[in-house]
């Protein structure tokens, strides 16, 4: 899966878990947080984008990302080694 399809399959998982994001229009350079996305839903979200992508993390191995572009791109790596 290329990265343009890791962060669709990210939205996605954001649109799932927060209904209320479901019309906001949302990119790579937004972070969840500033889309009023709590702690809980983006464990919620990143495990669900993990599980769609057969990756088996630790959390811990996700930290840094500013965005959900720099979360795409931390994915598709992990996802090309794996």
Avoid: W
């Avoid at 343009?4 to 972070?31: C, E, F, K, N």
């Avoid at 996305?37 to 464990?43: G, K, N, P």
Wanted: aromatic content about 0%; glycine content about 8%; charged content about 25%.
């Amino acid at each position: 899966m290329d990265r343009d399809s890791i962060l669709a399959l990210v939205i996605g998982q954001i649109r799932d878990v927060v209904p209320d994001l479901a019309d906001r229009p949302i990119t790579g350079d937004d972070a969840m947080a500033d889309l009023g996305v709590d702690s809980i839903e983006r464990s919620e979200i990143v495990m669900n984008a993990m599980e769609a992508l057969g990756l088996d993390l630790p959390m811990v191995q996700l930290h840094g990302p500013r965005n959900l572009g720099e979360l795409a791109d931390l994915l598709h790596a992990k996802h090309t080694r794996a």
